[in-house]
């Protein structure tokens, strides 16, 4: 089982401000990760997809990098709606998600 | 635009089976670009992918879940559904199907189920 690590936990930002969430896989996916934002009582939402591909709909303000182990989803400057939990998920060997990250208010 | 809707028991009881059906609308569950999937989410916590089924009948389950799952397909309904066995309280979570490709990209607005005597 190909393992995802989220850092960090909690992550406190202003309005405006950059953020940067980290995914690490325990061994390569290619590029073969996707990041969803997940708000309270709703489903995830997909924002990107293949690493660096943004789904339909989603603002240009969030971007994704890869492939191989180490994932970054870039939120470059951030808005109220973005608070909420990040997670990733690869499909390179069956499927997992990581543990999330909670972007929270500052 | 297509849409997924979870249904089923919202209360099951410890070691019996879980049972709950996703209708696909507003499009064909057919669509040979896609497999639809399970997730569940305990309270509280993260996302677990359960398994998958493409429209031919094909699936490929979790391997930490794959004794208990089961995932068909109903074409002529449009839906596809899962079977989850000898369930304990560990299973207590809000359950979510979806269509994925290269991801999850259509998600129903998921269904709490708790398991309790």
């Known amino acids: 089982e190909i393992v995802l690590t989220q850092s960090p936990a909690t992550l406190s930002l202003s309005p405006g401000e950059r953020a940067t969430l980290s995914c690490r896989a325990s061994?390569?996916?290619?590029?073969?990760l996707a990041w969803y934002q997940q708000k309270p009582g709703q489903a995830p939402r997909l924002l990107i997809y293949d690493a660096s591909n943004r789904a339909t709909g989603i603002p240009a303000r969030f971007s994704g990098s890869g492939p191989g182990t180490d994932f970054t989803l870039t939120i470059s400057s951030l808005e109220p709606e973005d608070f909420a939990v990040y997670y990733c998920?690869?499909?390179?060997?069956?499927?997992?998600f990581g543990q999330g990250t909670r972007l929270e208010i500052k | 635009q297509l849409q997924l809707q979870e249904s089923g028991p919202g209360l099951v009881k410890p070691s019996e089976t879980l049972s709950l059906t996703c209708t696909v609308s507003?499009?064909?569950?057919?669509?040979?670009?896609?497999?639809w999937g399970w997730i569940r989410q305990p309270p509280g916590k993260g996302l677990e992918w359960i398994g998958s089924i493409y429209y031919s009948g094909s699936t490929y389950y979790n391997p930490s879940l794959k004794s208990r799952v089961t995932i068909s397909v109903d074409t002529s309904k449009n839906q596809f559904s899962l079977k989850l066995s000898s369930v304990t309280a560990a299973d207590t979570a809000v359950y979510y199907c979806?269509?994925?490709?290269?991801?999850?990209?259509?998600w129903g607005q998921g269904t709490m189920v708790t398991v309790s005597s």
């Open positions: 998920q690869q499909r390179s060997n069956w499927i997992t």
């Open positions: 061994q390569g996916v290619s590029s073969y």
């Open positions: 979806a269509r994925h490709g290269s991801a999850f990209d259509i």
């Open positions: 507003g499009g064909s569950i057919s669509s040979s670009s896609y497999y």
